[in-house]
């Protein structure tokens, strides 16, 4: 059975309805209502195999679910240089936040210097959703002990109308503020990036549980008009 044949056997007519509501940029003809779990464990009876392989250099995808898939293989790459590639290979096509935020190998953690460079440089492309994983991957392996305010600093000076960029860099400083308050304080207090992402992060912060009261009583005080 061909791949995508596999996965309109999994398909779910009421999950479909459900899930095409929480991706506006996906045409609804283009989700067959795949549910996580079974994604992730299609991909898990597929990696490795020549089926996969040719799966994955069949780019671009037509479905919401293929694009998850081929996100999920790009999960169990265990070399980070050949994971780069991948990934590199794969983000142009990416068309929507969930297939986005999935996508975390963690292939990828095992070279951190090449990596922050490889971030930045996916935070300098056209395609908004490289621009989002770009600033994902400073999130998720940059805010604890490799933390330096060079990162915050990038995220900052990145400019841009997509919704979906947008989001992610207040997500970026809703988590700095949890993880390394008092190193990114200033760009809030000196206005250091855009007005909305500003009180969409002081919104996310005051509504996480990780940063202290204090500190959301005195974010309340630095939303911009």
């Known amino acids: 059975m061909e791949i995508r044949e596999k996965l309109f056997a999994l398909a779910d007519e009421k999950y479909k309805a459900f899930q095409s509501k929480l991706l506006p940029t996906v045409a609804p003809e283009c989700v067959i ?14 990696a490795g195999t020549k089926e996969a392989e040719a799966f994955l250099g069949q780019l671009p995808h037509t479905y919401f679910e293929e694009n998850n898939l081929h996100a999920f293989l790009l ?12 990934v590199d290979a794969f983000l142009p096509y990416v068309d929507n936040w969930a297939t986005c935020d999935q996508m ?13 460079a490889q971030a930045e440089k996916w935070m300098r492309s056209a395609h908004p959703y490289t621009v989002r994983f770009g600033i994902g991957m400073l999130m998720q392996y940059f805010l604890d002990a490799e933390f ?9 000076a990145v400019r ?9 860099q207040a997500w970026y400083f809703a988590t700095a503020l949890a993880k390394q308050y008092e190193a990114v304080l200033p ?22 549980y990780r940063v202290p009261d204090a500190h959301k009583a005195h974010l309340r005080t630095l939303k911009r008009k």
């Open 148 to 156: 330096s305010d060079a990162y915050p600093r990038a995220v900052a």
């Open 104 to 116: 975390s190998p963690k292939a990828l953690q095992k070279d951190l210097p090449a990596l922050r």
């Open 33 to 46: 209502g795949v549910r996580t779990p079974a994604l992730r464990a299609l991909a898990k009876e597929i």
């Open 160 to 168: 841009s109308e997509e919704y979906y960029v947008q989001m992610m």
């Open 75 to 86: 999960c169990r790459i265990r070399d980070f240089d050949s994971c780069i590639a991948a």
């Open 187 to 208: 760009y809030f207090t000196e206005g250091r990036m855009d007005a909305w992402v500003q009180n969409k992060a002081i919104q996310k912060a005051i509504e996480s």
